[in-house]
């Protein structure tokens, strides 16, 4: 299996939303609904921050949200901040215990 | 609040195993509800899943890997281990444990090691 497929960057000003795409096959996007997504501060741990496509884990803010259609989930950050800069990874199950990433999103607030 | 660490040699050099030890703390690794996963990341690129094992020794892991990846599990002592055979320059990263909260994703995540493979 490869790589989920992620832009390498977005940008956006504060106050306005951004989304990232992240693309992958009817083996593993487009064939469960466990997908999740990971913010990841420069040298800091990965933080989990939506799964099953659009489920907030306890204290993540209601900014984050997601969608999926076909094989291409999608996160969405919405009156976005300075402290969301950051990189985004993506992830999902792809069947037989088997997980997968994306290749990660650089978010650039301007 | 769980708390995952993770340990081991920090350089290792080419053809030989790189061996990590994760240990949890402040929970069961017992629990039926969880697995246990090992993520790894090389300097400035993205995550890679590289395996997962359940408290009763059922291992999952990256096809591209499965030859080399051994992961297990030590319920007495609420750890899990990986070993990596045969490395090379490319296995250069930063090695995560993490609590992986069934077809959820990974919920709780170690501050990560660095291994550097090089002679």
């Known amino acids: 299996q490869s790589a989920l497929t992620q832009p390498a960057s977005v940008s956006g000003s504060p106050g306005q939303s951004i989304t990232i795409s992240c693309t992958g096959t009817?083996?593993?996007?487009?064939?469960?609904?466990?997908v999740s997504w990971y913010q990841q501060h420069p040298g800091k741990v990965p933080k989990f921050i939506l799964y099953?496509?659009?489920e907030r884990p306890s204290g993540v803010s209601y900014r984050f949200s997601g969608s999926k259609s076909d094989n291409t989930a999608s996160l969405t950050i919405s009156g976005l901040q300075a402290e969301d800069e950051g990189d985004y990874f993506c992830?999902?199950?792809?069947?037989?215990?088997?997980?997968?990433f994306g290749g990660g999103t650089k978010l650039t607030v301007l | 609040q769980l708390q995952l660490q993770e340990s081991g040699p920090g350089l290792v050099k080419p053809s030989e195993t790189l061996s990590l030890t994760c240990t949890v703390s402040?929970?069961?690794?017992?629990?039926?509800?969880?697995?246990w996963g090992w993520i790894r990341q090389p300097p400035g690129k993205g995550l890679e899943w590289i395996g997962s094992?359940?408290?009763?020794?059922?291992?999952y892991y990256k096809p591209s890997l499965k030859s080399r990846v051994t992961i297990s599990v030590d319920t007495s002592k609420n750890q899990v281990s990986l070993n990596l055979t045969s490395v090379t320059a490319a296995d250069t990263a930063v090695y995560y444990c993490?609590?992986?909260?069934?077809?959820?994703?990974?919920?709780?995540w170690g501050q990560g090691t660095l291994v550097t493979v090089s002679s």
């Open positions: 993490a609590r992986q909260a069934g077809e959820e994703g990974f919920d709780y």
């Open positions: 402040r929970g069961s690794i017992s629990s039926r509800s969880f697995y």
């Open positions: 094992i359940y408290y009763r020794g059922n291992t």
């Open positions: 009817s083996s593993d996007v487009g064939g469960y609904n466990y």
């Open positions: 099953d496509v659009n």
């Open positions: 992830c999902s199950y792809a069947g037989s215990g088997i997980w997968i």
